[in-house]
C-alpha cells in the first residue's frame, strides 16, 4: 500500500509539473502527430526509420512518447479501444509540453479488411470514420425473422429505419467526416506506390477465391473505417458493416477497414479543437489490413476465430510495413514541406 500510495504521488508530482504554464517558445514544436494504436510494435517501424530515436514520458497515457527533433514528429501509442484511446489523446491534447493546435495527425494501425474492397495488407485512406457501438441490439436469436440484423440505430424502432440521420444525433458523434481535400492530398501522394507482395499473403488470398478485391495484391486505396469496440467476423456481420456505414454517411462512405479506437480518437479532436488545442480538419487515418474481416473458404466463423488466436493475424508484419510504408511519404512530405501545408489549412485554425 505504502508503495502504491508512493507511485501516486510521483504521477501526481509529474502531472502538476508538466501542467506549469510554459511559454510558446519553450514549447517541444511539433508538426506531425503518427497515432498507433494498439501494440508496442505497431511504432517499430517508425521509431527505428523515420526515425524517433528520442522517448517523452507520458505518465498519463499508455506509452512513453516518441520524438523526433529535425523533422518535429512525435509518435504515441494509444493502447486498444475507444476508452485507451479517447484518454491517451485527450492527455496528450491538454500537455502543456506542446502546441498541437496546428498539428497533423496520422492515425497507422492495423484493422480488419472487408474482402469485397481489397486485399489483406492493403493501405485505405478513410473519409469517413462510422461509430460501430453506438446502437440499439437485440440478441440474434431474439430478432424478428425479417430483419437483417439484431443493430438498429439510436433514434430508430428497426434497422436501418428511414432516412438516414445527421451525423450528430440522438447526443452522440456518429459520424466523422474527415477533410476530403486532406485525404486527397495523402491519397494522391501514394495511390501508385507497389506494396510489396509474398508467399504468405499469397496463400492467404487464396482463401477468398470468390472475392476478385481479395485476390490482388496488396494495394493502396480510398476506404472507410467502421470502428467499433468488439472484435466481429463473418459474413453477416460484415453485411451489417456495409450497411450501417452506408446508411450512416448517407451512401457517401463505403466500408473498407474495421478497428478500433478512430471514433474514440476522432472524439478526443473534436473535443481538443474547441478549446483551440487541436484541429480536427487536420486528421489522417491510414489503416492496413492484418486480416479479412470474413472466414475463408472452407471455415467457419468460429474455426477462423480459433485459428486467429493460436497463429496471429494472417497478414499482421506485412500490413505494419505497409503501414510506413505509405504513411511515412505523407509524414515527411508534411514535415519538410511544413510552410505550404500550414499555410493551405490556416483557415481551420
Same mark, same amino acid.
Given at each position: 500500500m505504502r508503495s502504491l500510495r508512493c507511485a501516486t504521488a510521483?504521477?501526481?508530482?509529474?502531472?502538476?509539473?508538466?501542467?506549469?504554464?510554459?511559454?510558446?517558445?519553450?514549447?517541444?514544436?511539433?508538426?506531425?502527430?503518427?497515432?498507433?494504436?494498439?501494440?508496442?510494435?505497431?511504432?517499430?517501424?517508425?521509431?527505428?526509420?523515420?526515425?524517433?530515436?528520442?522517448?517523452?514520458?507520458?505518465?498519463?497515457?499508455?506509452?512513453?512518447?516518441? /520524438?523526433?527533433?529535425?523533422? *518535429?514528429?512525435?509518435?504515441?501509442?494509444?493502447? &486498444?479501444?475507444?476508452? %485507451?484511446?479517447? =484518454? @491517451?489523446?485527450?492527455?496528450?491534447?491538454?500537455?502543456?509540453?506542446?502546441?498541437?493546435?496546428?498539428?497533423?495527425?496520422?492515425?497507422?494501425?492495423?484493422?480488419?479488411?472487408?474482402?469485397?474492397?481489397?486485399?489483406?495488407?492493403?493501405?485505405?485512406?478513410?473519409?469517413?470514420?462510422?461509430?460501430?457501438?453506438?446502437?440499439?441490439?437485440?440478441d440474434a436469436r431474439e430478432i424478428?425473422?425479417?430483419?437483417?440484423?439484431?443493430?438498429?440505430?439510436?433514434?430508430?424502432?428497426?434497422? /436501418?429505419?428511414?432516412?438516414? *440521420?445527421?451525423?450528430?444525433?440522438?447526443?452522440? &458523434?456518429?459520424?466523422? %467526416?474527415?477533410? =476530403? @481535400?486532406l485525404v486527397d492530398f495523402a491519397l494522391g501522394l501514394t495511390a501508385n506506390v507497389v506494396l510489396p507482395d509474398d508467399p504468405n499473403l499469397q496463400q492467404v488470398r487464396a482463401g477468398y477465391p470468390t472475392y476478385p478485391h481479395a485476390l490482388t495484391p496488396p494495394f493502396v486505396l480510398a476506404g472507410d473505417d467502421l470502428a467499433a469496440d468488439t472484435f466481429w467476423i463473418g459474413d453477416l456481420f460484415n453485411s451489417w458493416a456495409e450497411n450501417w456505414v452506408d446508411y450512416w454517411t448517407a451512401g457517401q462512405g463505403s466500408f473498407t477497414m474495421s478497428a478500433f479506437e478512430d471514433a474514440g480518437i476522432g472524439q478526443a479532436l473534436q473535443f481538443l479543437s474547441q478549446v483551440k488545442r487541436a484541429d480536427q480538419n487536420r486528421l489522417l487515418v491510414l489503416r492496413g489490413g492484418s486480416d479479412y474481416t470474413v472466414q475463408p473458404q472452407g471455415q467457419t466463423p468460429a474455426q477462423f476465430i480459433a485459428t486467429q488466436n493460436s497463429n496471429g493475424l494472417s497478414g499482421f508484419q506485412e500490413a505494419l510495413d505497409n503501414l510506413y510504408q505509405v504513411g511515412s511519404i505523407v509524414v515527411r512530405e508534411l514535415s519538410n514541406e511544413w510552410k505550404t501545408h500550414d499555410q493551405s489549412h490556416q483557415s481551420s485554425d
Open positions: 510521483i504521477v501526481v508530482a509529474t502531472l502538476a509539473l508538466m501542467a506549469v504554464s510554459l511559454h510558446a517558445h519553450d514549447r517541444i514544436p511539433v508538426k506531425v502527430i503518427v497515432v498507433v494504436v494498439t501494440f508496442d510494435n505497431e511504432l517499430q517501424n517508425w521509431t527505428a526509420n523515420l526515425p524517433l530515436p528520442e522517448t517523452l514520458p507520458f505518465p498519463q497515457g499508455y506509452r512513453p512518447l516518441r /520524438y523526433n527533433q529535425k523533422l *518535429q514528429v512525435l509518435g504515441i501509442i494509444t493502447g &486498444q479501444g475507444k476508452s %485507451q484511446a479517447t =484518454a @491517451s489523446i485527450m492527455g496528450l491534447g491538454f500537455d502543456s509540453r506542446f502546441d498541437l493546435s496546428r498539428a497533423y495527425w496520422l492515425v497507422a494501425g492495423i484493422a480488419g479488411v472487408n474482402p469485397k474492397k481489397a486485399s489483406v495488407a492493403s493501405t485505405a485512406w478513410a473519409k469517413f470514420i462510422v461509430d460501430g457501438d453506438q446502437s440499439y441490439q437485440i424478428p425473422h425479417h430483419w437483417s440484423t439484431g443493430y438498429v440505430p439510436l433514434g430508430r424502432s428497426r434497422p /436501418y429505419q428511414g432516412a438516414p *440521420q445527421p451525423f450528430n444525433s440522438n447526443g452522440v &458523434q456518429q459520424v466523422y %467526416q474527415l477533410n =476530403a @481535400s
